[in-house]
């Protein structure tokens, strides 16, 4: 028994063949790594004109999320948030709002702890876009061979911006921000 043992030590190790980390994990349950997209629609209104920092929201997951056999994030799993921060509109910016992500039940009612982020590119805020510029001037433009004409040049004086509304059906994208074990 131990010649045969040994013998089989030394062909996995020709081979190169080993059983990592990840295997033994994907045996015993599947890992959502850190980075992972996915999509959530928003089923309640929420602004940054009636909602406060700590507010809980909720989101609707739309499809489901496989791993490779395994469905880890079956569709219509209720993802919980909180606002972590309303930035107010000012002259120039819309307001924004930032969305921390810190609970997922599936609908069998499994309860996981996850952390994340509703993704945007302005740093996972929700809004927060230059306003228009609120006057502009005529400036003549000329050209060669032809009669001068005005053009109309925007000033630095943009207007005041707008509070973000984010209405229900809307589709918006979570990222994950650590590594969640699926049972």
Known sequence: MKRLLLILFL?????????SAEEITSQSGQAIRKGTFIRV????????LTSDIGDE???LNTQDMFIYETNAI????????????IREPVQGRDAAIK??????ITPDK???????????????????????PTYYRKVPHYNFRLRPFLHVAPLKILDMGNHTIVKPGEELFMIFEEDVQIK
């Open 74 to 85: 079956p569709e219509n799993t209720k993802i919980y948030g909180e606002i972590e921060d």
């Open 57 to 59: 929201l909720w989101f």
């Open 110 to 132: 499994k309860v996981y702890r996850i952390k994340g982020h509703i993704y945007s590119e302005n740093d996972n805020y929700i809004g927060g876009k230059q306003t228009a």
């Open 11 to 19: 062909i996995f190790s020709l081979f190169g063949l080993e059983v």
């Open 41 to 48: 629609m928003v089923p309640e209104e929420f602004s940054t």
């Open 99 to 104: 969305i921390l992500i810190n609970k997922m």
